[in-house]
Nanobody
C-alpha cells in the first residue's frame, strides 16, 4: 500500500519559515520524481516545486529564491523548506510522487501565513 504522509504545516507570521516533510512508503522512492503542489481556496491546484530522480529542481516563479525542495532517498522523504513566507503562500500543500503515468498523492498539510 502506497502512502505519502506530509507534516510540518501550521500557522506562521509573514516573513517566517516552515519546513514541510513528506515520508513515502510502498514505492521504490528513488525512481519517482517528487513534487509539491498547493491549492488555495477558490484556486486550482498548482505545482510549486519538483525534484527529479537525479536531483534536478524547478520552481514556480513566485517561490524562486524563497523555497527549496530536497530529497533524502535513504529516508524516502522529500522536503520543502519555505522561507520569507507571504500571505499569498497560504494553501493546502500536497506531496506527489510521479513516474510515467503513475501518480500518488498525500493527504495535504495546511500552511497559513498570517499576522
Amino acid at each position: 500500500q502506497v502512502q505519502l504522509v506530509e507534516s510540518g504545516g501550521g500557522l506562521v507570521q509573514p516573513g517566517g519559515s516552515l519546513r514541510l516533510s513528506c515520508a513515502a512508503s510502498g514505492i521504490f522512492f528513488r525512481l519517482y520524481s517528487m513534487n509539491w503542489y498547493r491549492q488555495a481556496p477558490g484556486n486550482e491546484r498548482e505545482l510549486v516545486a519538483l525534484i527529479t530522480t537525479t536531483g534536478n529542481t524547478n520552481y514556480i516563479d513566485s517561490v524562486k529564491g524563497r523555497f527549496t525542495i530536497s530529497r533524502d532517498n535513504a529516508k524516502n522523504t522529500v522536503y520543502l523548506q519555505m522561507n520569507s513566507l507571504k500571505p499569498e503562500d497560504t494553501a493546502v500543500y500536497y506531496c506527489n510522487a510521479g513516474r510515467m503515468s503513475t501518480n500518488y498523492w498525500g493527504q495535504g498539510t495546511q500552511v497559513t501565513v498570517s499576522s
